[in-house]
């Protein structure tokens, strides 16, 4: 600002001296007309003041403004926090596992802006590269059955219904879309298990995907084994009544399972997890009451773990091995846990 005004003054100095040379130029010419004297000193005097005005702390307070609002548009913090393959386990069950021969390049996780209870859970991500491809794999926890996590906000150039082979006992519907752009090429693949209520997303980048099976992708990294509710009843077991609600129960960073232990008897096994590097284990036995829907148990063993940054073990501590409590099954298949010692899931309803 101080430069602008010094600019002016010069331009009003260089017009008067202007105009000064021109009258005295030729003495046949009439004379030229000039500012007064007086408006001159007045126009320089203005311009004094201004640059006065202009102190080195006023120009050191814009410096400081302009380089607040330039950091509060560049400095955003990243919502996205690096994690282990462990820790995506235990914030999203039935997880992914990755493809063979894959290079995995990391797991992330995003907690979600609303949460209540638990739900939805936190966002997880997987990103891995295949024979030249970058793929984007994307699961969470109860998301809304519709609800897109994908991120991949294209055009598409085509869409059909595709069903999973592997996922879902051999009947899970999915949704194939391809985006085509100036040389370049993107797959998307969204499917939903609403048998647990989680949502999952697999993207494909690449300059040529002709001919590329996103599905056949996606059948691989079924993982069997972090399958939940996959306890078939032994055949001593089958006319237990408890058999008929066994499987896994879910609420926000905890679940329970049941399982059937001769005639009436149940294995309950609890997993609840406070932070990313730390969870509790509860075992216990217990017995059905098929007038009160009720199993009642006295033989609580709570472990307490820690983990390592590799999602390893680090500390197991037992809390108690004679811990008292109830499992009932509501009329509406949930599964309400009251724990008579830590009271972690009192009056929560617990579902499949």
């Known amino acids: 600002m101080k430069k602008g005004k010094r600019i002016v003054a010069m331009i009003m100095a260089g017009l008067l001296a202007g105009a000064l040379m021109t009258g005295c130029s030729s003495n046949t010419e009439a004379p030229t ?168 997303s697999l993207t494909a980048e690449a300059a040529d995907l002709e001919g590329f099976d996103l599905q056949a992708i996606a059948e691989q990294m079924f993982d069997g084994e972090n399958d939940p509710t996959d306890s078939i009843p032994d055949d001593e077991n089958a006319e237990n009544p408890v058999a008929e609600y066994a499987g896994q129960y879910y609420i926000g960073k905890g679940n329970l399972s049941i399982s059937p232990e001769g005639t009436d008897g149940a294995l309950i096994e609890v997993w609840w997890g406070s932070s990313a590097a730390e969870h509790s284990e509860w075992v216990m036995h217990g017995t059905f009451d098929e007038s009160t829907m009720t199993i009642t148990y006295s033989d609580c063993e709570k472990h307490d773990f820690t ?33 008579d010692q830590d009271h972690i899931a009192d009056d929560l309803e617990m579902t499949k």
């Open 33 to 200: 007309e000039t500012a007064p004297a007086t408006d001159v000193a007045e126009a320089d005097q203005e311009t004094t003041e201004t640059e006065e005005a202009q102190t080195p702390e006023t120009e050191e307070a814009e410096v400081e403004e302009a380089e607040d609002v330039e950091a509060g548009e560049t400095e955003m913090a990243n919502p996205w926090k690096d994690c282990t393959e462990a820790e995506a386990k235990e914030a999203c069950p039935r997880l992914f596992k990755a493809p063979e021969g894959a290079m995995v390049n990391g797991w992330s996780m995003m907690e979600p802006a609303n949460s209540e209870g638990g739900v939805p859970g936190p966002l997880v991500q997987m990103d891995f590269r295949n024979e030249g491809v970058t793929f984007c794999a994307r699961a969470q926890y109860g998301a809304a059955e519709n609800e897109d996590i994908s991120g991949a906000n294209y055009e598409w150039t085509t869409t059909e219904d595709v069903t999973l082979a592997n996922w879902g006992e051999g009947n899970m519907p999915a949704k194939y879309s391809r985006c085509m752009d100036e040389g370049w090429t993107v797959d998307l693949l969204t499917w939903y298990d609403i048998e647990i209520g989680i949502a999952y």
């Open 307 to 339: 983990l390592n940054e590799d999602g390893e073990v680090e500390k197991d501590e037992t809390a108690y091995t004679d811990g008292t409590g109830s499992v009932k099954i509501n009329d509406n298949g949930s599964v309400t846990w009251t724990d």
